[in-house]
Protein backbone atom coordinates (compact mmCIF):
# COMPACT_ATOMS: atom_id res chain seq x y z
CA UNK A 1 0.00 0.00 0.00
CA UNK A 2 2.78 2.54 1.14
CA UNK A 3 5.12 1.96 -2.54
CA UNK A 4 1.47 2.26 -4.05
CA UNK A 5 0.87 5.77 -2.38
CA UNK A 6 4.30 6.51 -3.25
CA UNK A 7 4.06 5.85 -6.84
CA UNK A 8 1.21 7.76 -6.70
CA UNK A 9 2.60 10.56 -4.90
CA UNK A 10 5.30 10.69 -7.67
CA UNK A 11 3.10 10.39 -10.74
CA UNK A 12 1.08 13.44 -9.17
CA UNK A 13 4.28 15.34 -8.37
CA UNK A 14 5.87 14.96 -12.04
CA UNK A 15 2.87 15.63 -14.07
CA UNK A 16 2.14 19.09 -11.95
CA UNK A 17 5.96 19.97 -12.92
CA UNK A 18 5.45 18.63 -16.74
CA UNK A 19 1.70 21.17 -16.39
CA UNK A 20 3.63 24.20 -15.19
CA UNK A 21 6.58 23.81 -18.12
CA UNK A 22 3.92 23.73 -20.44
CA UNK A 23 1.96 27.01 -19.06
CA UNK A 24 5.21 28.54 -18.64
CA UNK A 25 6.30 27.23 -22.58
CA UNK A 26 3.03 28.68 -23.70
CA UNK A 27 3.12 32.44 -22.00
CA UNK A 28 7.00 32.12 -23.16
CA UNK A 29 5.44 32.21 -26.69
CA UNK A 30 2.85 35.35 -26.33
CA UNK A 31 4.71 38.70 -27.19
CA UNK A 32 5.12 40.88 -24.42
CA UNK A 33 4.35 43.53 -26.40
CA UNK A 34 7.51 45.68 -25.99
CA UNK A 35 11.31 45.54 -26.52
CA UNK A 36 13.58 45.34 -23.94
CA UNK A 37 16.85 44.38 -25.15
CA UNK A 38 19.20 47.47 -24.72
CA UNK A 39 16.70 49.37 -22.30
CA UNK A 40 17.85 50.20 -18.86
CA UNK A 41 15.20 50.55 -16.23
CA UNK A 42 16.96 53.14 -13.42
CA UNK A 43 14.82 53.01 -9.89
CA UNK A 44 14.92 56.42 -8.29
CA UNK A 45 15.47 56.56 -4.77
CA UNK A 46 14.94 59.71 -2.64
CA UNK A 47 14.69 58.16 0.61
CA UNK A 48 12.80 59.74 3.09
CA UNK A 49 11.53 62.53 1.14
CA UNK A 50 8.60 62.32 -0.55
CA UNK A 51 8.73 62.81 -4.66
CA UNK A 52 5.92 65.13 -6.21
CA UNK A 53 5.97 65.05 -10.10
CA UNK A 54 8.39 68.36 -10.43
CA UNK A 55 8.59 68.95 -14.20
CA UNK A 56 11.31 70.51 -14.16
CA UNK A 57 13.16 68.25 -12.21
CA UNK A 58 12.15 65.48 -14.53
CA UNK A 59 12.95 67.80 -17.88
CA UNK A 60 16.83 67.75 -16.14
CA UNK A 61 17.04 64.57 -15.46
CA UNK A 62 15.64 63.55 -19.19
CA UNK A 63 17.93 66.41 -20.91
CA UNK A 64 20.77 65.04 -18.54
CA UNK A 65 21.17 61.65 -19.62
CA UNK A 66 19.96 62.40 -23.28
CA UNK A 67 23.38 64.48 -23.83
CA UNK A 68 25.36 60.99 -23.54
CA UNK A 69 26.48 59.69 -26.53
CA UNK A 70 25.74 56.34 -24.98
CA UNK A 71 21.50 57.02 -24.94
CA UNK A 72 19.34 56.70 -28.01
CA UNK A 73 16.08 57.75 -25.74
CA UNK A 74 14.99 58.16 -21.97
CA UNK A 75 11.04 58.07 -20.56
CA UNK A 76 9.36 57.54 -16.87
CA UNK A 77 7.28 55.25 -16.23
CA UNK A 78 5.49 54.56 -12.90
CA UNK A 79 6.74 50.76 -11.97
CA UNK A 80 9.74 49.14 -13.71
CA UNK A 81 8.95 46.01 -16.14
CA UNK A 82 9.78 42.50 -15.20
CA UNK A 83 8.72 43.08 -11.50
CA UNK A 84 5.81 42.69 -9.58
CA UNK A 85 4.74 45.96 -9.23
CA UNK A 86 1.53 46.79 -10.27
CA UNK A 87 -1.62 49.26 -9.86
CA UNK A 88 -5.28 47.77 -10.56
CA UNK A 89 -8.10 49.65 -10.65
CA UNK A 90 -11.49 49.47 -12.01
CA UNK A 91 -13.08 51.07 -14.92
CA UNK A 92 -16.09 51.54 -16.34
CA UNK A 93 -17.53 52.04 -20.12
CA UNK A 94 -19.46 55.50 -20.44
CA UNK A 95 -22.04 53.59 -22.97
CA UNK A 96 -22.40 50.01 -21.77
CA UNK A 97 -21.76 50.68 -17.94
CA UNK A 98 -19.40 47.69 -17.92
CA UNK A 99 -17.17 47.25 -15.37
CA UNK A 100 -13.53 45.92 -15.69
CA UNK A 101 -10.99 45.06 -13.48
CA UNK A 102 -7.53 46.45 -15.04
CA UNK A 103 -3.90 47.22 -14.53
CA UNK A 104 -2.53 50.48 -15.09
CA UNK A 105 0.48 52.60 -15.31
CA UNK A 106 1.34 56.08 -15.78
CA UNK A 107 3.98 56.55 -18.49
CA UNK A 108 5.55 59.86 -20.11
CA UNK A 109 5.08 60.88 -23.92
CA UNK A 110 8.63 58.70 -24.45
CA UNK A 111 7.80 55.67 -23.14
CA UNK A 112 6.71 54.11 -26.63
CA UNK A 113 9.57 54.99 -28.30
CA UNK A 114 11.78 53.67 -25.60
CA UNK A 115 9.56 50.74 -25.32
CA UNK A 116 10.00 50.39 -29.27
CA UNK A 117 5.89 49.90 -29.36
CA UNK A 118 4.08 50.19 -32.17
CA UNK A 119 0.18 51.15 -31.95
CA UNK A 120 -2.24 48.66 -33.86
CA UNK A 121 -5.00 51.37 -33.91
CA UNK A 122 -4.88 55.14 -32.95
CA UNK A 123 -1.70 56.63 -31.96
CA UNK A 124 0.33 57.79 -28.92
CA UNK A 125 -0.67 60.48 -26.55
CA UNK A 126 1.66 63.85 -27.03
CA UNK A 127 1.67 67.17 -26.76
CA UNK A 128 -1.14 67.78 -28.78
CA UNK A 129 -3.37 66.30 -25.84
CA UNK A 130 -2.31 68.81 -23.81
CA UNK A 131 -5.53 70.57 -22.16
CA UNK A 132 -8.19 68.09 -23.26
CA UNK A 133 -11.06 67.41 -20.73
CA UNK A 134 -10.70 63.53 -20.96
CA UNK A 135 -7.30 62.11 -20.18
CA UNK A 136 -5.45 60.71 -23.02
CA UNK A 137 -4.80 56.49 -22.53
CA UNK A 138 -3.24 53.90 -24.19
CA UNK A 139 -5.12 50.48 -23.90
CA UNK A 140 -4.35 46.97 -25.07
CA UNK A 141 -6.88 44.92 -27.04
CA UNK A 142 -8.34 42.63 -24.34
CA UNK A 143 -9.57 45.83 -22.28
CA UNK A 144 -11.19 47.03 -25.56
CA UNK A 145 -13.12 44.08 -26.07
CA UNK A 146 -14.13 44.27 -22.75
CA UNK A 147 -15.45 47.60 -22.53
CA UNK A 148 -16.17 48.44 -26.34
CA UNK A 149 -16.65 44.70 -28.12
CA UNK A 150 -14.65 43.81 -31.34
CA UNK A 151 -15.06 47.16 -33.02
CA UNK A 152 -12.85 50.54 -32.77
CA UNK A 153 -11.84 51.58 -29.56
CA UNK A 154 -9.41 54.90 -30.31
CA UNK A 155 -11.41 57.86 -29.50
CA UNK A 156 -13.95 56.29 -27.20
CA UNK A 157 -14.27 56.96 -24.06
CA UNK A 158 -14.45 55.28 -20.30
CA UNK A 159 -14.44 56.35 -16.45
CA UNK A 160 -11.97 55.47 -13.68
CA UNK A 161 -13.81 56.81 -10.59
CA UNK A 162 -14.10 60.72 -10.95
CA UNK A 163 -11.81 60.75 -13.95
CA UNK A 164 -13.06 61.08 -17.54
CA UNK A 165 -10.75 58.88 -20.01
CA UNK A 166 -10.06 58.49 -23.40
CA UNK A 167 -8.74 56.06 -25.50
CA UNK A 168 -6.10 57.39 -28.48
CA UNK A 169 -4.23 54.56 -29.31
CA UNK A 170 -4.63 50.57 -28.78
CA UNK A 171 -1.47 48.27 -28.49
CA UNK A 172 -2.28 44.12 -29.10
CA UNK A 173 -0.52 43.20 -26.53
CA UNK A 174 1.34 44.90 -23.17
CA UNK A 175 2.51 42.05 -20.59
CA UNK A 176 4.81 44.59 -18.13
CA UNK A 177 5.70 42.13 -15.77
CA UNK A 178 7.35 40.07 -18.44
CA UNK A 179 7.14 36.48 -20.48
CA UNK A 180 5.73 34.50 -17.58
CA UNK A 181 3.12 36.91 -16.63
CA UNK A 182 -0.18 35.94 -17.53
CA UNK A 183 -2.54 38.36 -19.93
CA UNK A 184 -3.88 41.18 -18.47
CA UNK A 185 -6.18 44.18 -19.20
CA UNK A 186 -4.01 47.33 -19.65
CA UNK A 187 -4.52 51.50 -19.14
CA UNK A 188 -1.61 53.14 -19.62
CA UNK A 189 -1.99 56.52 -18.60
CA UNK A 190 -0.56 59.97 -19.63
CA UNK A 191 1.72 61.38 -17.42
CA UNK A 192 0.79 65.03 -17.44
CA UNK A 193 3.73 68.05 -15.65
CA UNK A 194 1.80 69.99 -13.53
CA UNK A 195 -1.36 67.73 -12.56
CA UNK A 196 0.05 64.63 -11.33
CA UNK A 197 0.49 64.19 -8.03
CA UNK A 198 2.73 61.27 -7.77
CA UNK A 199 6.43 61.24 -9.67
CA UNK A 200 7.12 58.84 -11.67
CA UNK A 201 9.30 56.26 -9.96
CA UNK A 202 11.62 54.72 -12.63
CA UNK A 203 13.35 55.94 -15.75
CA UNK A 204 13.79 54.11 -18.84
CA UNK A 205 17.35 54.63 -20.87
CA UNK A 206 17.22 53.48 -24.06
CA UNK A 207 21.01 52.46 -25.30
CA UNK A 208 22.96 52.76 -28.61
CA UNK A 209 23.76 49.23 -29.23
CA UNK A 210 26.79 47.13 -27.79
CA UNK A 211 26.81 49.75 -24.85
CA UNK A 212 29.03 48.19 -21.77
CA UNK A 213 27.91 47.52 -17.90
CA UNK A 214 30.50 50.18 -17.15
CA UNK A 215 28.58 52.78 -18.69
CA UNK A 216 26.16 52.32 -15.48
CA UNK A 217 28.96 54.30 -13.46
CA UNK A 218 28.93 57.20 -15.78
CA UNK A 219 24.82 56.97 -15.94
CA UNK A 220 24.75 57.05 -11.99
CA UNK A 221 27.15 60.25 -11.73
CA UNK A 222 24.75 61.97 -14.20
CA UNK A 223 21.59 61.66 -12.08
CA UNK A 224 24.00 62.20 -9.29
CA UNK A 225 24.43 65.87 -10.68
CA UNK A 226 20.49 66.58 -10.60
CA UNK A 227 19.72 65.24 -7.33
CA UNK A 228 23.10 63.90 -5.38
CA UNK A 229 20.99 63.63 -2.16
CA UNK A 230 19.14 60.74 -4.00
CA UNK A 231 19.92 57.01 -5.19
CA UNK A 232 19.70 55.98 -8.44
CA UNK A 233 19.61 51.54 -8.92
Not at 27 to 51: C, K, R, T
Not at 77 to 84: A, E, G, K, L, V
Request: aromatic fraction near 10%; avoid cysteine; proline fraction near 4%.
Amino acid sequence: LMLSLEILLAFVVVFAIAAAAIVALRLYQVPIGFVHEDVWAVEINSGEEEIKFDADLYARFKHGVEEMPEVERAAFISSTPFTMSSWTSEVQATATAARVETDMLIASDDFFEVAGMQPAEGRWFSDIDNGAAAMPVVINRSLARALFGDGPAAGKQFQRGDSLMKVVGVVDQYRGRGELSLPANYVIVRSTPGKDQFARQTMLVRLKPGTSRAFETRLQRKLMQVRNDWTFK
